[in-house]
């Protein structure tokens, strides 16, 4: 018999046996000794245990490069030559058992104490999830975001488990062509042949519940995917069962139709709480992390009421178990949909939780009253939840503001709405040289304390040269990658040969390398380089201080005013040295990101204040020696302490262009007379010492107060109480 949502089971059937029978059939596949391989392949522990990734490369190299890090397809696709050869290699094989022994020590701790447990989980929703390159249902911040979280609360052992969706195409990849205009193109994802297993019941069935959908019911199967101890669920409505157009619903991440977007936020927040039932799973606590997963608050206090449960205890009990995060004050992160959409899309679901479809509607707007006013998600996620949270101090002022329609009564001082401000998950951004230098500084064991000031007081104590010498080695490291790079892409644009031979020849690794990576939305201002040709070209053009930019990017498809932004960047090319000097890395992903963090000297960020609610990107460039450059927005407005960096006030203007103009003239004031100078200013022994300064300065401010170690127990403190409120009975 097949469970769904209306036949709980008594025990847990939550897919970790079915990861343990695909590792054992790739396993049977291999030889005898690489069957710890096939193991550790099905946990992404690996990707954050040193000597994970090197483990995988020893196989082929160029295969592990080809197949996007994927362990899973790596092992079913090297050739037998290479499997023979590391079997035979007791180094690499005993290596594989160390890694492997890892894991199991990590799995085999006991959890977190208190309310959650395996049957009453922190239950944390998602549209997307950044948890490795290999598994691309990621498009941004959000995605990488959740990653860390994930990563995070299995490195603390909180009893978590995550529910998102799995895109069968993904989010798109990019070209940029010759004039910088960008196109798309997606490459199907096969859930086969990366490390997740289909969910099956106790008969051997897939798993499957059914959500309401359009006045029918969509049949939803599961994918689990291990994150060290956290199991990462993925809905998939790619069954035989559905309609050709209801299987596209889990087709693409943010995908352009309107309506398939409110069916894939609706299949999100009423089937996660379906699959975790129907999995014997009740959640303790539910993180709606943004506002596409909120109607799963409702789905909880549905089943209450279906059992005679009155409708208001029922709500008021499904709210003290929610907490909601917002992520952004942009209208784009907080889209509205009609009346007309909604009931499309949601049908009965109004009636099923006991409230008229007008009522139903009012719980997504900012004033119920007005019938005119778009259904959005982030109004139903902040009534629907005891905790709300914005994701750095000076976002949670800006969601106050933004949300106080919705407490009239209250002063905007009071509106509750606090703050968890972001974090990175420091084992997965920090560059494996960087960490070898800390282990030899640090005190043993500091990892795990990273979010402790004291923890990183020795940083002070290392050598200048020591610590300049690290930086000398990512930035060398990572020209070899921009050249390989930029290269490829400029023949696969078919450039003139002599801009292709200037990427070859170019980037120097000893010049100041600056990078701008992040989502091509408008308010980020990637314009605003440009804006200054003439200075941009006297940085670029110096003999004595060069400079050199690192650009990444996406645009969201719809978004042709992102996309002309990234457009003017290819206007660079007619500026003397840019060819050897500029470069654009098409396909901004985790593993470009990984690179530009770790190799780039400075770090910019040029967010139209306040819509910048946090950031992160930012704070991994300062896990690895670089300094920031930003905006006072989002983390930097909290991070920045005049020694640390260097910042760009956040004064607002009702004129955009003239606040674009006075912020890009800070940004080159601050280059030409302060960045470039303290970079190239040495001493007898070569060392910028003032530079190097800054750097000791960042590592001990940024590292602890913007680690995933302290923003997960902020969670686990302040939001979900998992300490101080009684366990569910």
């Not at 200037?502 to 308010?523: C, D, H, I, S, W």
């Not at 302490?641 to 203007?653: L, M």
């Amino acid at each position: 018999m097949t469970e769904t949502a209306d036949a709980p089971t008594a025990t847990i059937v939550d897919g970790s046996a079915d990861v343990r029978r695909a590792a054992e059939d790739l396993a049977s596949r291999l030889p005898a000794a690489l069957a710890p391989f096939a193991h550790i392949a099905y946990n992404y522990r690996w990707s954050w245990t040193p000597g994970g990734n090197d483990l995988f490369a020893t196989i082929d190299p160029l295969r592990w490069d080809r197949s996007n890090r994927n362990p899973v397809r790596l092992l079913s696709e090297a050739s037998s030559a290479s499997l023979a050869r590391v079997a035979g290699d007791e180094r690499v094989v005993a290596q594989a058992h160390d890694i492997l022994a890892t894991i199991d020590a990590d799995l085999s701790r006991p959890p977190l104490t208190g309310r959650a447990s395996s049957h009453h989980p922190v239950a944390f929703l998602c549209a997307e999830f950044a948890v490795h390159t290999s598994l691309p249902i990621y498009a941004g911040g959000l995605g990488v975001l959740a990653g860390d979280i994930l990563k995070e609360a299995s490195d603390l052992a909180v009893p978590m488990v995550a529910v998102g969706l799995l895109y069968r195409q993904g989010y798109f990849l990019q070209r940029m062509d010759r004039t910088g205009y960008q196109h798309e193109y997606w490459i199907p994802l096969d859930p086969d042949r990366v490390p997740a297993a289909l969910v099956r019941n106790a008969d051997g069935e897939p798993l499957i519940v059914s959500v309401p959908l359009r006045g029918r019911h969509l049949i939803v199967q599961v994918w689990r995917v291990q994150v060290g101890r956290v199991p990462l669920l993925l809905l998939d409505a790619d069954r035989r069962e559905n309609s050709r157009t209801d299987r596209w619903v889990t087709a693409r991440l943010y995908e352009s139709d309107r309506g398939i977007r409110l069916a894939q936020y609706t299949l999100l927040g009423i089937g996660s709480m379906r699959v975790l039932e129907a999995m014997g799973m009740d959640p303790a606590v539910v993180h709606l992390n943004e506002g596409h997963a909120g109607l799963a608050p409702l789905e909880l206090a549905r089943r209450d009421i279906a059992v005679g449960v009155d409708r208001h205890d029922a709500f008021a009990a499904a709210r003290e178990r929610t907490v909601f995060t917002t992520h952004t004050p942009v209208s784009a992160g907080n889209e509205g949909y009609d009346v007309a959409e909604v009931a499309e899309v949601m049908g009965d679901f109004p009636a099923e939780i006991g409230m008229d479809f007008d009522s139903f509607l009012q719980l997504g707007r900012t004033r119920p009253e007005n019938p005119h006013e778009p259904f959005v998600m982030t109004p139903l996620g902040i009534k629907m939840s005891r905790s709300a949270n914005g994701v750095s101090r000076r976002h949670g002022e800006v969601a106050r503001q933004m949300w106080q329609p919705l407490f009239p009564e209250r002063p905007v001082d009071t509106v509750p709405v606090g703050h968890v401000t972001n974090g990175v998950h420091v084992p997965t951004w920090m560059a494996p040289a960087t960490r070898a230098l800390l282990d030899r500084h640090l005190e043993p064991g500091w990892m795990q304390r990273a979010a402790e000031p004291q923890t990183w007081d020795p940083v002070e104590n290392i050598p200048d040269a020591e610590l300049w010498a690290l930086r000398c080695r990512l930035r060398a490291e990572f020209v070899e990658y921009v050249r390989d790079r930029s290269v490829a892409t400029r023949l696969a644009r078919s450039e003139p040969r002599e801009l292709v031979a200037a990427a070859e020849r170019g980037f120097n690794p000893t010049a100041l390398t600056v990078g701008f990576a992040r989502r091509l939305a408008t308010y980020k201002r990637l314009y605003l380089l440009t804006l200054e040709p003439q200075r941009v070209a006297d940085l670029i053009s110096s003999v004595d201080r060069p400079l050199q930019v690192v650009l990444a990017g996406k645009a969201h498809p719809d978004d042709e005013e992102g996309k002309r932004s990234a457009q003017r960047l290819f206007s660079f090319k007619e500026l003397p040295h840019a060819a050897e000097r500029v470069s654009f890395l098409d396909n901004y992903d985790l593993g470009i990101a990984s690179q530009m963090v770790a190799g780039c000297d400075l770090w910019v960020n040029l967010p139209r204040a306040p819509l910048e609610a946090s950031g992160t990107s930012g704070m991994k460039s300062a896990l690895n020696g670089g300094l920031n450059l930003s905006v006072l927005d989002g983390w930097w407005a909290e991070a920045y302490d005049g020694a640390n960096g260097w910042s760009i006030p956040s004064d607002t203007t009702y004129d955009p262009t003239v606040q674009d103009q006075r912020d890009a003239a800070a940004f080159y004031d601050l280059l030409e007379k302060e960045v470039a100078p303290l970079f190239y200013d040495r001493d007898a022994d070569g060392i910028p010492r003032g530079w190097v300064r800054r750097i000791k300065r960042s590592l001990r401010t940024n590292g602890p107060r913007f680690s995933a170690t302290r923003m997960v127990r902020d969670y686990v403190d302040t939001a979900y109480l998992l300490r101080t409120m009684a366990a569910p009975e």
